[in-house]
């Protein structure tokens, strides 16, 4: 599955900025499998090739580690 380009048939405006720089993938909330989804993305991010963006690398590293304090604070199912 290919992170980017998010839609590669959209018109840009002049007003749009053309560079697109990925940091991480928060997750959209506490619950287990929203956490696990969003590290996840994130690995993938790191791993698998994001043409026409760049990835920033420590960014999404950082999210990463903060993914998987939120997940040791989630108690178990």
């Known amino acids: 599955m290919q992170l980017i380009p998010l839609d590669p048939h959209e018109k840009k405006t002049n007003d749009e900025v053309s560079g697109v720089t990925l940091t991480g993938i928060k997750g959209s909330g506490a619950e287990r499998e929203q956490l696990l989804e ?3 993305l994130n690995r993938q991010l ?3 090739p994001q043409p026409d963006v760049e990835v920033d690398e420590n960014a999404v590293r950082a999210t990463i580690d903060h993914l998987l304090d939120q997940l040791n604070a989630v108690p178990p199912s």
């Open 38 to 40: 969003a590290l996840r």
């Open 46 to 48: 790191l791993h698998a």
